[in-house]
DNA sequence: TACAAAACAGAACGTACAACTTGTTTATTT
DNA sequence: AAATAAACAAGTTGTACGTTCTGTTTTGTA
């Protein structure tokens, strides 16, 4: 018989290690701005580093605010859901990965950055923020609210990042591809795929051969821009 | 204060709706072998399905026994913890991926098997079975019991897929390249890409047009095989 | 037929979690 | 300086989950 319902202990359930936020000793005013963007500031890295290392479920909100050296009261003021938190973090790395991307191919002469290509999105994707969107992609399939929270951030996401590689190609003087698209996706893809296999293997060595072997590949199917030179 | 753990309802915990397991009216006695077995196959089967469409944490054991037909306490008995069916997962798919992968290249002519390896990849990796072991690894990071459990299943299994495209390609006369188990990661990581991408995306043609393109790139890795005629 | 063991059924338990609530401090505005 | 609002702090609550427990039915064996 249970319709009277049991009592059920928790005793144990406030076993946290009473971390003291960090307390503040200087006397002047810090705007509130300030504050704010430095509490979400800490809360999305914290996201971050939770999501790369131990995986979405893994990943709770007492756990990021613990990390984050922020109250639990002070995190729910900022983000009243744990989806707002993980649309934050996905919001603050798509901003990161562009600006990565653009000081990337600065940063390499005009006509060789094409070959380099998979390195540079290699260095973006497989970082640990690159792991966080990941998870959190994969956790949106069975949490509907975040999904629906996702879905403006998303749209138009991918579009932009193969408009941005075209206008790259053709300012070197380059044709795209007519699948150009799907080229674009399979490297996206290919990357993602090994990065997700870095996760299970210390071996470092052999998944650079495999982002070796795709600046072959691309050289294969864009000819004009040459084959690397063996140092 | 709260030392004195609260009364704490869970009046409406035991909401499901009382699905009846199948019930035999056969009077014939089913040797428990067969039950055993068919219990099990139901559950895997069940729990495949879950993880793919909704992902490891919404893949509840109950979940999962009300969708196999089973009782909650028949999987209990043959799956003590949710990790033993996890594993029970990984096996049989792996198992059934190898007759799968062996199957596929015997109905090929000799010379071409090579030419549609990625077609034959993406079929049995983007199945659900595929989406589902997938699932199961990214839980492992966060589950050290399961993770456990998992090493001896994942021992050796990406060696001998490795091993055996080697021996295919030398009974088709051809050499492997130097950097072979490079390609090899590269084309499975590549494939693991887009199935995880075909899980956001309802556009399967886009994702085809990759796997085409894949196609075009293991005959200019492997120049012996030549290229795909265009029907 | 008797008895043991496996397979099954489902209720009960303890816990971890996200969300909610109440109270306190700090900054901004008037 | 007073009033208001933002930021913060932490205790409380409901619930979903994996596991454990007790009891029942079916199959195998002596």
Do not use: N
Not at 197 to 203: C, K, P, S, T
Request: net charge positive; charged share 30%.
């Amino acid at each position: 018989m249970s319709t009277k319902p049991a009592s059920v202990g928790r005793s144990t359930a406030r076993a946290l290690p009473s971390q003291t936020p960090a307390r503040r000793t200087s006397k002047k005013p810090r705007p509130q701005a300030v504050r704010s963007a430095d509490t979400r500031r800490r809360l999305v890295d914290a996201a971050v580093a939770c999501l790369s290392r131990y995986g979405y479920s893994a990943t709770t909100v007492s756990v990021v605010a613990r990390q984050a050296k922020v109250s639990r009261g002070a995190m729910t003021h900022q983000y009243p859901a744990k989806s707002d938190l993980m649309v934050a973090v996905v919001e603050a790395v798509y901003e990161a990965d562009g600006e990565q991307y653009r000081r990337s191919v600065e940063a390499i002469p005009s006509r060789e950055w094409m070959r380099e290509l998979p390195t540079i999105m290699w260095d973006v994707i497989s970082r640990p923020s690159g792991i966080a969107v990941m998870e959190i992609m994969l956790a949106s399939r069975s949490d509907r609210e975040l999904a629906d929270k996702l879905r403006s951030v998303q749209r138009g996401i991918d579009v932009h990042a193969h408009q941005w590689v075209i206008e790259r190609l053709e300012s070197a003087g380059l044709k795209d591809r007519p699948d150009g698209d799907a080229v674009h996706r399979l490297f996206v893809a290919a990357i993602r795929g090994l990065a997700l296999e870095g996760l299970f293997r210390r071996d470092k060595v052999g998944i650079e051969k495999s982002v070796a072997v795709l600046k072959e590949i691309i050289c294969h199917l864009y000819p004009g821009i040459g084959f690397p030179e063996k140092p």
